[in-house]
T-cell receptor, first 114, second 114 residues
Framework: AQTVTQSQPEMSVQEAETVTLSCTYD???????LFWYKQPPSRQMILVIR??????QNATENRFSVNFQKAAKSFSLKISDSQLGDAAMYFC???????????FGTGTSLTVIP | DTEVTQTPKHLVMGMTNKKSLKCEQH?????MYWYKQKAKKPPELMFV???????INESVPSRFSPECPNSSLLNLHLHALQPEDSALYLC?????????????FGPGTRLTVL
């Protein structure tokens, strides 16, 4: 079974600074998707960014970017110019190309300090 | 439009009650999901419907009964629940096809079982 590991239960960052959240995964598949979801206290899971494993280029979405290292099975999320609204629980997720079952990491709780 | 709606937002029920949770999407997605989420934990998959047919049931107790009346609507019928069933129940949907992809989540129903 696929496993997704987020080794940082909690992180904090000063407003306007940059923070990187770590995620590693284990799979024998060659084609899959990786995601970062954000869940603020309002509780809705919101898609932050998505990466297709066959793409070499790292995905970016405004202030959010990923460092995807396929050989190392690593998928970290970088948040630049952190804002108070970025405070949330962040979940890394894996989806095999042939399946529809997400495998979630245990989450990283991000605090943004004014 | 990437909206998944869920009703009600909050639900309090006794152990002998029967209630239903409702989820709706109008994105043309053919896969729909129910998740259970405890505080500060990742979502746990309960059920997956693909083209209105139940495709995954993650050994969920029979007191939870899913129903997919049509491609836009997903219900979760609750009966004789236990206090440990108190949680956030999330619905999600995604495209279904040769390549499955991003799941879009609803805001959830916060369930309390007394």
């Amino acid at each position: 079974a696929q496993t997704v590991t987020q080794s940082q239960p909690e992180m904090s960052v000063q407003e306007a600074e940059t923070v990187t959240l770590s995620c590693t995964y284990d799979t024998s598949e060659s084609d899959y998707y990786l995601f970062w979801y954000k869940q603020p206290p309002s509780r809705q899971m919101i898609l932050v960014i998505r990466q297709e494993a066959y793409k070499q280029q790292n995905a970016t979405e405004n202030r959010f970017s990923v460092n995807f290292q396929k050989a190392a099975k690593s998928f970290s999320l970088k948040i630049s110019d952190s804002q108070l609204g970025d405070a949330a629980m962040y979940f890394c997720a894996y989806l095999a190309n042939t399946g529809n079952q997400f495998y979630f990491g245990t989450g990283t709780s991000l605090t943004v300090i004014p | 439009d990437t909206e998944v709606t869920q009703t009600p937002k909050h639900l309090v029920m006794g152990m002998t009650n029967k209630k239903s949770l409702k989820c709706e999407q109008h994105m043309g997605h053919r896969a729909m999901y129910w998740y259970k989420q405890k505080a500060k934990k990742p979502p746990e998959l309960m059920f997956v419907y693909s083209y209105e047919k139940l495709s995954i049931n993650e050994s969920v107790p029979s007191r939870f009964s899913p129903e997919c009346p049509n491609s836009s609507l997903l219900n979760l019928h609750l009966h004789a629940l236990q206090p440990e069933d108190s949680a956030l129940y999330l619905c999600a949907s995604s495209h279904e096809g040769a390549r499955t992809d991003t799941q879009y989540f609803g805001p959830g129903t916060r369930l309390t079982v007394l």
